[in-house]
Nanobody, 125 residues
Framework: QVQLVESGGGLVRAGGSLRLSCARSARTFGWLAMGWFRQAPEKEREFVACISWNGGDTYYADSVKGRFTISRDNAKSTMYLQMNSLKPEDTAVYYC??????????????????WGQGTQVTVSS
């Protein structure tokens, strides 16, 4: 069983930066693709970014392209989301997730087997 634990959320002013981390409990699952989602109050959960098992492929939602960068360090069993130029509309609970492929993460969120508990990001104007 894979457990995912997010950290790094907090309160930041618009234009600021935060770096989220997602630690994976099992080193042996380094072959999983991983991604970030977010859910704002009264909105549906949405895809943010994902990365292939070896970091060779990355995908982003249009709303975060050019501002967010996803990366991973399999030696540390950790994935990151560097968020720059934050906007109030980025305010949400951010979740990390893992799946078999980046295609699954981008297109089939409901079937992802592993999720973290979420970390709150609040961007003030």
């Amino acid at each position: 069983q894979v457990q995912l634990v997010e950290s790094g959320g907090g309160l930041v002013r618009a234009g600021g930066s935060l770096r989220l981390s997602c630690a994976r409990s099992a080193r042996t699952f380094g072959w999983l693709a991983m991604g970030w989602f977010r859910q704002a109050p009264e909105k549906e959960r949405e895809f943010v970014a994902c990365i292939s098992w070896n970091g060779g492929d990355t995908y982003y939602a249009d709303s975060v392209k050019g501002r967010f960068t996803i990366s991973r360090d399999n030696a540390k069993s950790t994935m990151y989301l560097q968020m720059n130029s934050l906007k109030p509309e980025d305010t949400a609970v951010y979740y990390c997730a893992a799946g078999l492929t980046t295609t699954q993460i981008v297109s089939d969120m409901q079937t992802l087997p592993y999720w973290g508990q979420g970390t709150q990001v609040t961007v003030s104007s």
